[in-house]
């Protein structure tokens, strides 16, 4: 049998390199070493940290009279990124250029890696620059180092202007990414990566503008840390704060709009289970009103249409999607005004005036039928999504007291294929609702089953709950109703052996009264 080759024991080391070093001096000795066995004991080292090691081994191959080929100097050029080493790096690339080989995309992103790993952001925009230069195309590794480094200029602070700059050259940059994706599709965590980085980038240039709206008051310190304090406690206590003050509920707005809007908009995308993806939201989703229950702020205007704008960039074809048309209701009207601002630099940032919001007036303590709800109420036919974001907990005694009326009577209303999406501080109220939920789709008819899911978002608090109403087929109704005759039959019997066993016991009570002593 052939004796295996060197490079598949040293590959066998993974990250150790003393074992690797050690197994390539056995093959030099045995001179069986070539330069497969050299790349792979390169890239070992590199994988170990051993950036020096790495290098050495180049000098090592010329003594022997072989001569390193671009993968010899791409596994170097990766030890050095990893490693954080950007002056070496930069002179492998010139040491390959005088051995006649141009380095390639991934060459110079290594580079790039370098600067980034020790902190010189404009190091990695430089070598970047150089890709560019050479005429060569910017792959996905080069693409994610460049959006990294401008996700860490904006996390770095510096003047709103720079700030402005940089969203765009991000966005810019997701679109490059997504147009890539279409082409030679991106593994879904890196997907992910850039619809996360894409969303909050987007919800920070948003929640920029609102502050820097002039319409509106300016936010106020003390009392948005009021109104947080007040959020907090009724999260436990029940009980709704108030709402009067239109400079906390600015300050409120910006302190929350990335996580809050961010979270929905991450329910809407990318949490389990698939029948969301598949059944839940479809596009069709989207083409109807959507309800945003207790809206407040409109985050969840923002959210749908980034949402829309982000999956618009990552399908293949390019027809227009439908404008999103998203009806904010809430029981406080001092949300108006702020609610405003957000649709207002939601529409100017993603540059699509069809988008709609529209403001009114909703109770989710009182029954649907009530006046107070006559604007869900007249939703509800064509309505595909309805969102309910953090209003269920302060609301929880209201809403206790008449058993979440309004939810049971909401599902039985609501469209075949309507789905709602629920994000919460905390799931204590989710057993209620649901059963509420359960039971307005029974009291709806054989035509529909409630799907349930409780969602979670990876990295982020919270609870999500998601409700489903979907439409049975004909098979699924008769089934249905062939077993509520058999369950009504049993029910029947099991109620009358109730009753003949209650008369037999008070029998029982009778006789024995009858034949006790007299005292």
């Known amino acids: 049998l052939c004796a295996p080759h060197p490079a598949t024991a040293i590959k066998a080391c993974g990250r150790n390199a003393a074992a690797a070093l050690e197994l390539l001096e056995q093959s030099r000795e045995a001179s069986t070493a070539d330069v497969f066995a050299f790349a792979t004991a390169v890239s070992v080292c590199g994988k170990g940290g051993r950036w020096a090691e790495a290098i050495a081994l180049l000098d090592t191959m010329e003594t022997d009279g072989i001569l390193p080929d671009r993968a010899c100097f791409n596994a170097a050029l990766a030890g050095c990124a990893r490693s954080g080493r950007p002056a070496e790096a930069h002179a492998l690339i010139e040491r390959m250029a005088a051995c006649s080989l141009p380095p390639t995309s991934s060459s110079y992103t290594a580079c790039a890696r370098a600067s980034l790993q020790c902190g010189d952001r404009h190091g990695a925009f430089a070598a970047l620059d150089l890709i560019r230069h050479a005429g060569l195309p910017m792959d996905w590794q080069a693409l994610q180092v460049e959006l990294t480094a401008n996700e860490g200029l904006l996390t770095s602070g510096g003047d ?59 936010a106020d310190a003390e009392a948005t840390s009021q109104l947080l304090a007040s959020l907090s406690t009724s999260a436990s206590s029940g009980e709704m704060p108030c709402f009067d003050d239109e400079r906390a509920l600015v300050g409120y707005t910006w302190f929350n709009m990335i996580n809050r809007a961010g979270k929905m908009a991450d329910v809407l995308r990318d949490v389990p289970p698939e029948w969301l993806r598949t059944r839940a939201l479809e596009s069709s989703q989207f083409k109807g009103p959507i309800i945003s229950l207790g809206g407040g702020p409109a985050y969840d205007f923002a959210a749908v249409a980034i949402l829309q704008a982000f999956e618009d960039m990552e399908q293949a074809d390019a027809t227009a999607s439908e404008p999103v048309r998203v009806h904010v209701l809430d029981f406080a009207p001092g949300w108006e005004g702020v609610a405003r601002a957000v649709s207002a630099a939601v529409v100017s940032e993603l540059g699509d005036v069809r988008h709609q919001m529209t403001f009114g007036h909703c109770d989710l303590t009182k029954p649907l039928e009530s006046t107070s709800n006559t604007a869900v109420h007249a939703l509800l036919p064509e309505s595909r999504l309805l969102v309910c974001s953090y209003v269920i907990a302060e609301n929880a005694k209201r809403l206790q007291a008449t058993e979440y009326a309004f939810f049971a009577e909401l599902l039985e209303k609501a469209a075949p294929g309507a789905l709602l999406a629920i994000t919460e501080t905390t799931h204590r109220q989710f057993p209620e609702l649901i059963a509420a939920a359960r039971r307005g789709v029974a009291t709806a008819g054989d035509s529909c089953a409630l799907e349930v899911s409780l969602a979670s978002i990876r990295g982020q608090g919270g609870s999500q709950c998601l409700l489903f109403k979907r439409p049975r087929n004909a098979g699924e109704q008769a089934a249905v109703a062939a077993t509520r005759s058999s369950s009504s039959s049993t029910e029947l019997q099991l109620e009358l052996c109730a009753e003949r066993n209650r008369a037999h016991r008070n029998s029982q009570r009778v006789h024995g009264a009858q034949n006790r002593p007299s005292r």
Do not use: C, F, M
Request: charged content about 35%; cysteine-free; overall charge positive.
């Open 160 to 218: 709103e202007e720079g700030a402005r700059s940089v969203r765009k050259r991000i966005g810019e940059l997701v679109r490059d990414s997504l147009r890539l994706h279409r082409a030679n599709s991106l593994r879904r965590s890196d997907v992910t990566w850039l619809w996360r980085l894409y969303s909050r980038t987007t919800l920070d240039a948003v929640r920029s503008s609102v502050v820097e709206n002039v319409d509106l008051p300016q």
